[in-house]
């Protein structure tokens, strides 16, 4: 039987809802695909040629999505999307030129022949929070418990340079909010993600680990003991190819995958300009409660997490306090319900509900911890204050613009770097990284040391 990938573009095909006709190829693959059908199969290849196709990102899909429902579905009507008005007439063309199809086929190969699990825009396991926001993800790789993303979630993030005392508050809130039943998401990067990941595989809750490469990268490999827990209890997910290594730019959009999973996202240690704001950010973009932990008396390292309690985060001290707030949404989940999200679905439970899980089982942080009893704020004051901060915490002035964003997001809070390893880290050439990084010191966002050596600006 003829591969259809390697025949004509999609332009050529009858105007048909019937698939079969149109990805014989999917049947004559069967055998390799024990666990999907032929229907699947079809909307998985569907799903990598629209990946594959330049200019064609996560928002188009979303109008994709919105209009003809699925994958196959927005292939079979590609030479409506102009005269729909919802891609452009370049995109369009770029699908229909076939411009995808190798890349595409690379990917198709590489799951077949290493057996790599997706989960499919149209399976019942794709997170429904997810297909609600802005921009979803098509597919997800994952490896691990697929059954994780049906259940309540609770992100926790913070800085890759964390103190003592961060890293203790991490483990504490990953292993108290898994024993409650919640599950914890963030990043498997260094620090706070490290031990939210850990403590919350001591529990019944578990883990999700949303990653910034392909699913056969470890990063960072001092993260390989975290990985094969997670992959072995927990679940990993991500929506980046095989083979795709660790970039700048492939954190930050990662993040808004671990915000929108969660029901909230807490912020445990965070200078002003740290990473973790991205995710605060986009969690208040996507209607999630942000927490933020209060500060030890003359902490270092936390005046991020202050300021968003100043403006409007819900202050943690320990887990009790995130299941109290998110009382109500974490009930819901548990019973099956629809999931609602931010401060004006929040509510109090009425005299006919049983009100928020029982937190009995919690461990309390011991006040130890705490000199002053920590900062107390209304958990319904305004997000306005809250969203201008991480406006100026995140928003680079035009003149730096993208390459500013994914320079600095490859900077670690505290650490001094050469030019030539942030070269290498970005693969960028000597030249580009110093343009970026002198205008970075003009704004005062890096500040240079001897040797031709930066740091993030303070």
């Not at 959009?253 to 965070?270: D, F, K, T, Y």
């Not at 680079?396 to 390459?403: I, N, R």
Request: aromatic share 6%; net charge neutral; proline share 6%.
């Amino acid at each position: 039987m003829k591969d259809i990938r390697d025949q004509g573009s999609f332009d050529t095909y009858p105007d048909s809802s019937e698939g079969s006709a149109f990805f014989p190829w999917a049947l004559a693959e069967e055998h390799a695909w024990p666990t999907r059908t032929p229907e699947e199969l079809r909307q998985m290849w569907a799903s990598f040629a629209l990946r594959h196709t330049a200019g064609l990102g996560v928002r188009t899909w979303r109008r994709l999505a919105d209009r003809y429902g699925d994958p196959m579905g927005a292939v079979l009507a590609a030479r409506r999307w102009v005269v729909d008005g919802v891609v452009s007439e370049k995109v369009a063309r770029e699908f229909l030129s076939d411009s995808w199809r190798e890349t595409a086929r690379q990917e198709w190969d590489a799951v077949r022949d290493r057996g790599f699990a997706l989960v499919l825009w149209t399976d019942p396991e794709y997170p429904q929070c997810l297909k609600e926001i802005a921009g979803p993800p098509l597919y997800l790789y994952r490896l691990g418990n697929p059954r994780l993303l049906q259940g309540p979630c609770v992100a926790v993030v913070g800085s890759r340079q964390v103190s003592d005392w961060g890293r203790a508050m991490a483990y504490d809130l990953g292993r108290d909010l898994s024993n409650a039943g919640v599950t914890v998401v963030s990043g498997m990067a260094k620090g706070v993600d490290r031990h939210a990941h850990l403590g919350a595989m001591t529990g019944i809750g578990s883990s999700i680990a949303v990653l910034g490469t392909g699913p056969d990268r470890i990063y960072p490999p001092s993260n390989r003991d975290v990985f094969h827990t997670l992959t072995h209890g927990g679940l990993v997910i991500t929506e980046f190819s095989p083979g795709v290594a660790p970039a700048a730019g492939n954190f930050p959009v990662r993040n808004r995958i671990i915000s929108a999973l969660g029901l909230g996202v807490v912020v445990v240690e965070a200078r002003r300009k740290s990473g973790a704001l991205i995710t605060a950010r986009q969690a208040l973009e996507q209607g999630r409660e942000v927490f933020a932990v209060t500060p030890p008396e003359n902490a270092v390292g936390f005046e991020g997490c202050a300021e968003l309690i100043d403006d409007g985060a819900i202050p943690v001290r320990s887990a009790r306090d995130i299941v109290a707030e998110l009382g109500p949404l974490l009930e819901a989940e548990l019973q099956g319900k629809s999931r609602k999200t931010g401060a004006k679905a929040r509510g109090k439970p009425t005299s006919g509900r049983s009100g928020p899980p029982d937190t009995n089982g919690l461990q309390k942080t011991s006040d130890k911890y705490y000199q002053d009893g920590g900062k107390s704020i209304s958990p319904d004051s305004s997000s306005e204050n809250l969203k201008q901060t991480l406006s100026r915490a995140l928003t680079l002035p035009a003149s730096v613009g993208d390459d500013g964003l994914s320079l600095l997001s490859t900077m670690e809070d505290g650490a001094v770097v050469h030019v030539d390893e942030l070269a290498e880290r970005l693969e960028w050439d000597v030249s580009r990284v110093s343009r970026v990084l002198l205008l970075l010191e003009m704004e005062g966002l890096v500040k240079q040391w001897p040797g031709m050596r930066y740091s993030k600006g303070t």
